[in-house]
């Protein structure tokens, strides 16, 4: 069975930082790519950045490109997301998401870890 | 940035009935490279469709999807009262961007 457990959300003032993680297991994490998704409350979803299998492509949504860090550990079956510079507007619900369809189908879904950006 | 656009916002109609969900994209989608999927309150969304009409691991028959281009269709055959829900369409392709159109509600007349 496919799991993805998100951790690290919280709250967090304007402008600091906060690094969210993901645990996968139930399948080969290290053959397909990886995202994450966001969903602010009562809101629609977003894609915020996704990673090949051997990180050698990258991809981020312009509302976050240049704040945020995607990355993974092949080794420890985990995904990162690096967020600097937290705004209002990240505050939402990220999900960690793997695509094995196809780079950019997300088929599998974690339960999410809630960012709060408040002061 | 190809834009895709869900109608209509609200559906309304009662089990049994059968549902059509619109998503027009702003610009060709290649290769039928779009995605459905469900989303329940409180739930994580679940993957219904990709490639335009393939169903994905464990979805029923009743749900399926057509189209190509610009147009693009999720179809329910006969609704069950657990399909009541929000879905969203999305648009993907070999780079790593997942544009989701904003939803259609459907909910139960």
């Known amino acids: 069975e496919v799991q993805l457990v998100e951790s690290g959300g919280g709250l967090v003032q304007p402008g600091r930082s906060l690094r969210l993680s993901c645990a996968a297991s139930?399948?080969?994490?290290?053959?397909?790519?990886m995202h994450w998704v966001r969903q602010a409350p009562g809101k629609g979803l977003e894609w915020v950045s996704g990673?090949?299998?051997?990180?050698?492509?990258?991809g981020y949504a312009d509302s976050v490109k240049g704040r945020f860090t995607i990355s993974r550990d092949n080794a420890k079956n985990s995904l990162y997301l690096q967020m600097n510079s937290l705004r209002a507007e990240d505050t939402a619900l990220y999900y960690c998401?793997?695509?094995?369809?196809?780079?950019?189908?997300?088929?599998?879904w974690g339960q999410g870890t809630l960012v709060t950006v408040s002061s | 940035e190809i834009v895709l656009t869900q109608s209509p916002g609200t559906l309304s109609l009662s089990p049994g009935e059968r549902a059509t969900l619109s998503c027009r994209a702003s610009?060709?989608?290649?290769?039928?490279?779009l995605a459905w999927y469900q989303q329940k309150p409180g739930q994580a969304p679940r993957l219904l469709i990709y490639?335009?009409?393939s169903r994905a691991t464990g979805i029923p028959d009743r749900f399926s999807g057509s189209g190509s281009g610009t147009d693009f269709t999720l179809t329910i055959s006969r609704l069950e009262p657990e399909d009541f829900a929000v879905y969203y369409c999305?648009?993907?392709?070999?780079?790593?961007?997942?544009?989701f159109g904003q939803g259609t509600k459907l909910e139960i007349k």
């Open positions: 998401v793997s695509a094995t369809v196809a780079v950019a189908v997300f088929d599998y």
């Open positions: 139930g399948f080969t994490f290290d053959d397909y790519a």
């Open positions: 990673i090949s299998w051997n990180s050698g492509s990258i």
């Open positions: 610009q060709s989608v290649s290769s039928s490279y």
């Open positions: 490639g335009a009409s």
């Open positions: 999305q648009q993907y392709g070999s780079s790593f961007r997942g544009t």
